[in-house]
């Protein structure tokens, strides 16, 4: 009860977003930037784990989500969510860090003729029992990995709307075009998707199959 009670205190006299980056913003108030840290870091973290495939290259590009904002605080414009510039700022270094990478693997695939460098998303632990753990590894990787196939256009709708679970007019203001292109990308991501994914659905149904006649 006392905790629920100050959690409600504390609810009353927290600032928005938007009030603590117009602190950073006007008077580089550590508290407040602190704030924005605590609440955002989770968030920006996945997406840039769900963009790059890599958990390691993820934590990173947190950082440097951090970094950037704030060193361009000055620069922050209050006119709309705190939300949609975060996004945007962590969007745009997932894309540099991308296309970084292609071109590192392009030069790897020339010079270590044809090796595979594509990363596996790390699998997260559980307590199911081995068969039903191995199954469900085995789908996440399988949706993991077709999500890093999508073109970086499809599959920032994909994180953004089912991952980060932002509607499409969010979305829409994020990446700042109109609430129509986004829901055509979701549509257009989604077929892919499905596309990549039917080789790993039948044999999955073909497994099954097996072990009921076994």
């Not at 550590?30 to 968030?43: C, E, G, I, T």
């Not at 010079?111 to 039903?132: C, K």
């Not at 085995?138 to 991952?163: C, F, G, I, N, W």
């Not at 994020?174 to 990308?185: I, Q």
Request: charged share 30%.
């Amino acid at each position: 009860m006392k905790g629920t009670f100050l959690q409600t205190v504390q609810s009353l006299f927290a600032i928005s977003d938007e009030q603590a980056m117009w602190r950073v913003k006007m008077n580089d108030d550590p508290d407040a930037f602190a704030q924005l840290v605590s609440r955002w870091q989770q968030p920006i973290r996945n997406l840039c784990a769900r963009m790059t495939g890599d958990s390691h290259v993820a934590e990173d590009l947190t950082q440097e989500t951090f970094l950037r904002l704030y060193a361009r605080s000055a620069d922050y414009e209050p006119s709309g969510k705190f939300s949609t510039y975060i996004w945007r700022v962590a969007l745009n270094l997932c894309y540099d860090d991308l296309r970084r990478d292609k071109r590192r693997k392009e030069t790897s695939l020339d010079s270590d003729e044809g090796e595979n460098l594509i990363r596996l998303p790390e699998l997260a632990a559980s307590e199911e029992s081995p068969v039903v753990l191995l199954e469900a590894n085995e789908r996440a990787e399988q949706v993991k990995d077709a999500l890093l196939k999508l073109p970086e256009l499809y599959r920032t709708v994909v994180v953004l709307r089912h991952y980060e679970d932002l509607k499409f007019r969010e979305i829409a203001e994020v990446l700042s075009v109109p609430e129509g292109t986004v829901k055509s990308r979701m549509a257009e991501a989604m077929s892919q998707l499905a596309d990549l994914l039917k080789p790993a659905l039948a044999e999955d149904q073909k497994m099954k199959k097996e072990r009921i006649r076994l």
